[in-house]
């Protein structure tokens, strides 16, 4: 769906398609802006590629351990009540967010 | 210069309060004053919670017996407006978390208030602490106290302000990829980005979890040791908190510096601003004089570090961001409309450009076909530039650089521009990336321009940075402290701090 073009800059239905898997609905400035920025930012990013990384693995974190684990005991937690506080549409007595119709 | 070290501190302020010489009213009186006369100028406020703040000071007066011992007594704090705090609106300075008023408190402010601190409102930052300028809020920028027309930094670009013209004498922060450090060097303040796992973040909104960590903003390295007691320490809230035992960092300025060895990347300073680099060398040779032994010491590739920052940090907010679809909380852009529709509609309306440009950046790297050129590849890249500091820390104490390539620019200057905007960040994102403590703190001032007036008007501020091993947050304020009574930067206060 996205491929090619990856660092010359993006066609306006990659942007398009990016923008799909981001929830994002962008203006048609936005997506000519955002095709040529990209473009720029990655290829710059390129410089990576030159790098051997044979063999070298991934840091995704630097958690250490030790913090990682607690008593499994029952806490209190934010009430209900609290948790639809902020909502901007809620069926509270039913305690339950509302959304526009997703079945047809 | 204007101004002097009239200016309290954290520490002369919480000693009075607990002496009793000073009542927490009349501190937090004097505090919320200032920010008011300060404000029309400055912007470094999204909220100031007079009544709150006022009522807790009156708490502590009446009950001073309890507060003798408290760290933090009295002492007035501004907190960046994405850290949550119970009942107080937080924004992230995004029109997206429009009426988000939080149901608790982050970890960091409940253990200030424990401390006996007095939060006055919440600053301004870019937008879910993205940028390098403040320009990403969606409630405008936060003018530099020094010179109106330039950036103070960012994200924590209110924080910074604030302490800067002594609004208050401490601020919180958080701290991605320089967003506490570069601020207080173009503000001319200290800041402290702890080791990743020091301090909770519980209650941080998230931009980028393996690199995000909340820190202190003050006048002087002891005020940010102080701080830092008050909020590092283990939280069952996070699991990437550290049980590492915190140490007394206010103690651990001793002014000793003979011996230590401090790394200096030679090699990575070519393009350093003028100024700077002049300043930078003055201060190591601060250091020096104190019995500091100067180091050369490589890391090879630091270079990337800029490329792995952006590809690692727009991949983890993508997805961290993914949480904000109109319905929990914040803004909805409803209408007759499906699901999805209003998924992508309140986005796009909620979100500002830099964060629509990161999120679709995030989106991209991770998705299939380009997982592994990208996010793979970075995370491979985040690992070596890990081990050059591992191997660096084997010959030095810290490793020393200018914090910002460049003196704060002027507002407007490079917003058009992303990739200059990033390039930026050259010295602060790889102690993020390698989850270690770095600490700015000023070293001196530009030359004042021609024809700008009286002595020293027109001067911009410069920090220094030292970045020091994972939990050693201690030697890295030991040191600080040393070069800070040596040269006394801080007690220079920028012209609005006068009025």
């Given amino acids: 769906m996205l491929a090619s073009g990856m660092a010359d800059g993006f066609t306006r239905a990659q942007v398009e398609a990016i923008a799909a898997l981001a929830n994002l609905e962008l203006d048609p400035a936005e997506t000519e802006l955002f095709a040529r920025q990209l473009g720029e930012i990655l290829a710059y990013a390129d410089a990576v590629q030159q790098i051997d990384t044979t063999g070298v693995p991934p840091t995704a974190h630097l958690a250490a351990r030790d913090g990682a684990e607690r008593p499994d005991v029952c806490r209190p937690c934010l009430d209900r009540e609290a948790a639809l506080a902020n909502a901007p549409d809620a069926a509270r007595e039913?305690?339950?967010?509302?959304?526009?119709r997703v079945i047809g | 210069m204007t101004g002097g070290s009239a200016s309290p501190t954290l520490r002369e302020l919480r000693d009075a309060v607990r002496s009793g010489a000073r009542s927490a009213v009349e501190v937090c009186r004097e505090s919320l004053a200032r920010i008011e006369a300060a404000e029309p100028s400055l912007h470094a406020f999204n909220t100031v919670v007079a009544d709150r703040a006022l009522a807790?000071?009156?708490a502590i007066d009446r009950d001073r017996d309890r507060w003798r011992d408290a760290p933090l007594a009295g002492v007035p704090v501004a907190v960046k407006d994405n850290l949550c705090t119970r009942g107080v609106r937080t924004t992230a300075s995004s029109r997206i978390l429009d009426g988000f008023v939080p149901p608790y408190d982050a970890t960091v402010v409940e253990r200030l208030e424990r401390a006996g601190a007095i939060v006055v409102g919440k600053t301004n930052c870019d937008e879910f602490a993205m940028g390098s300028s403040n320009e990403n809020s969606a409630f405008g920028p936060v003018h530099n106290p020094?010179?109106?027309?330039?950036?103070?930094g960012g994200t924590s670009g209110g924080s910074a302000a604030s302490v800067a013209a002594r609004l208050t004498p401490l601020a919180l922060g958080s701290d991605t990829g320089g967003s506490i450090r570069q601020p207080a060097a173009f503000c001319g303040i200290v800041g402290l980005k702890p080791?990743?796992?020091r301090v909770s973040r519980y209650g941080l909104i998230a931009h980028a979890s393996s690199l995000d960590q909340v820190g202190p903003l003050a006048l002087t390295v002891g005020d940010a040791a102080i701080a830092l007691g008050a909020i590092a320490g283990a939280d069952s809230c996070d699991a990437t908190s550290a049980r590492e035992p915190v140490a007394d960092y206010a103690a651990a300025l001793t002014g000793e510096v003979r011996g230590a060895?401090?790394?200096?990347?030679?090699?990575?300073?070519d393009g350093v601003d003028a100024d700077v680099a002049r300043a930078f060398r003055a201060a190591l040779d601060v250091l020096a004089a104190r019995g500091a032994a100067l180091v050369d010491v490589d890391l090879p590739h630091?270079?990337?570090?800029i490329p792995v920052y952006y590809l690692v940090s727009t991949a983890e907010a993508s997805s961290n961001l993914a949480r904000y679809d109109g319905v929990r909380y914040g803004l909805r852009v409803s209408g007759d409309q499906d699901l999805r529709t209003m998924y992508a509609r309140t986005r796009e309306r909620g979100f500002g450009p830099e964060v629509k440009r990161r999120i679709m950046l995030g989106t991209y790297v991770l998705s299939a076909g380009y997982y592994d050129a990208y996010y793979l590849k970075a995370q491979q890249v985040r690992t070596l530039i890990l081990r050059d500091y591992d191997r660096a820390f084997e010959r030095v104490d810290a490793v020393?650089?200018?914090?910002?390539?460049?003196p704060p620019f002027k507002l407007g200057e490079r917003i058009t521009d992303p990739l200059q905007m990033y390039l930026g960040d050259v010295f602060t994102v790889s102690a993020n990336l390698a989850g270690l403590p770095a600490i700015s703190v000023p070293c001196g001032f530009t030359s004042p321009k021609p024809g700008a007036g009286p002595a020293g008007e027109g001067a911009l501020p410069i920090g220094l940075q030292l970045t020091g091993r994972r939990f050693d947050e201690a030697t890295l304020l030991r040191l600080a402290d040393a070069y800070e009574s040596d040269t006394s930067w801080w007690t220079q206060a920028p012209p609005i701090a006068a009025r």
């Fill in chain 1, 94 to 100: 039913a305690g339950l967010f509302r959304v526009p």
């Fill in chain 2, 56 to 58: 807790r000071a009156e």
């Fill in chain 2, 146 to 152: 020094w010179a109106l027309d330039r950036t103070p």
């Fill in chain 2, 195 to 197: 080791t990743y796992g």
């Fill in chain 2, 261 to 269: 060895r401090i790394g200096v990347p030679s090699r990575l300073l």
């Fill in chain 2, 302 to 305: 630091a270079r990337y570090a």
């Fill in chain 2, 400 to 406: 020393a650089m200018p914090t910002s390539p460049t």
